[in-house]
């Protein structure tokens, strides 16, 4: 059997829970990014339909008989 000094204990203990924090921050990095893409494509799609809604919305006035000639 080995000898195991605390030293080397403590060693592998921070080892472990730097790996562990870089595991934990790799597992919710990927979710969160298909999140954010999916929310900015979305974002996007209102932003283009309200624009198309405002441009179509603009050629109807323009269109239209003056109010008051």
Excluded: G, W
């Amino acid at each position: 059997m080995f000898p195991v000094s605390p030293e080397s204990i403590l060693s592998l203990h921070h080892a472990n829970a730097r790996d562990l924090r870089e595991y934990r921050s790799l597992s919710i990095a990927a979710p969160l990014a298909a999140a954010t893409t999916a929310l900015v494509a979305a974002t996007r799609t209102q932003i283009d339909a309200l624009t198309s809604k405002a441009q179509n919305a603009t050629i109807v006035n323009s269109n239209a008989a003056p109010c008051c000639a």
